[in-house]
């Protein structure tokens, strides 16, 4: 019989992203962080001028933090104890935003900090890339972890059965994101993993 399958995603979920792109936008280029108007398109201001960091730039430095600056993420506090926990009744994933030449990097880059799960990269709505999972492990249950709210309301649509939980472990951020959970796309919303390992161990077994 196959086992359940867990699909989490990495950023703000296993490993800090916004803190260290914070810091290094501070450092390299003159760029301050704030999402304090939860917006995070008009969150970059550049400090000597004041003005806002177009959008396009802002992708342009988030695909340059990829490419040379992931060695300054670290594990979100209880990720590595909690995945551990999880295999020992799971098999586990992870599904995360990347152009897919950055997929050897990101799998190698969890390993290093002891998390050494098969990673499949996508871009935009996760729903598909979910169910293509799905059709590939046939799991006897599944439940998907993510910290952007549009990610669960994909896959609510597209895959309805499998359980969802909005986890977003960044303080900066998980005030100021949209909450799937009270959208009716996730499950729960918990975003700390001594909460999330219990409801997830539960939700494996109810």
């Given at each position: ?121 996508n871009q935009g709505p996760k729903g598909p890339a979910l169910q293509a999972i799905l059709d590939e492990y046939r799991p006897s249950r599944a439940i998907f972890i993510d ?50 390992l219990p409801w997830l161990l539960g939700k494996l077994y109810d």
């Amino acid at each position: 019989m196959s086992r359940p399958l867990v699909i989490s995603d990495c950023d703000e979920v296993l490993l800090y992203m916004v803190a260290p792109f914070r810091d290094w936008l501070a450092e390299q280029h003159g760029i301050d962080f704030d999402m304090g108007g939860g917006d995070f398109a008009r969150s970059l201001t550049y400090r000597d001028s004041g003005a806002k960091v177009e959008p396009a730039e802002i992708w342009r430095l988030l695909n340059r933090f990829f490419d040379d600056e992931m060695h300054r993420q670290s594990p979100v506090a209880g990720a590595i104890a909690a995945i551990a926990a999880l295999r020992e009744h799971a098999d586990l994933v992870v599904l995360t935003n990347l152009l897919d030449h950055r997929q050897q990097a990101r799998t190698r880059q969890l390993a290093e900090h002891g998390i050494d799960l098969r990673v499949f990269t996508n871009q935009g709505p996760k729903g598909p890339a979910l169910q293509a999972i799905l059709d590939e492990y046939r799991p006897s249950r599944a439940i998907f972890i993510d910290d952007l709210a549009q990610h669960h309301g994909s896959v609510a649509q597209v895959a309805p059965h499998v359980g969802r939980l909005h986890l977003c472990a960044e303080p900066m951020l998980a005030p100021h994101i949209d909450c799937a959970h009270r959208a009716g796309h996730a499950h729960a919303r918990i975003d700390s993993w001594s909460e999330a390992l219990p409801w997830l161990l539960g939700k494996l077994y109810d």
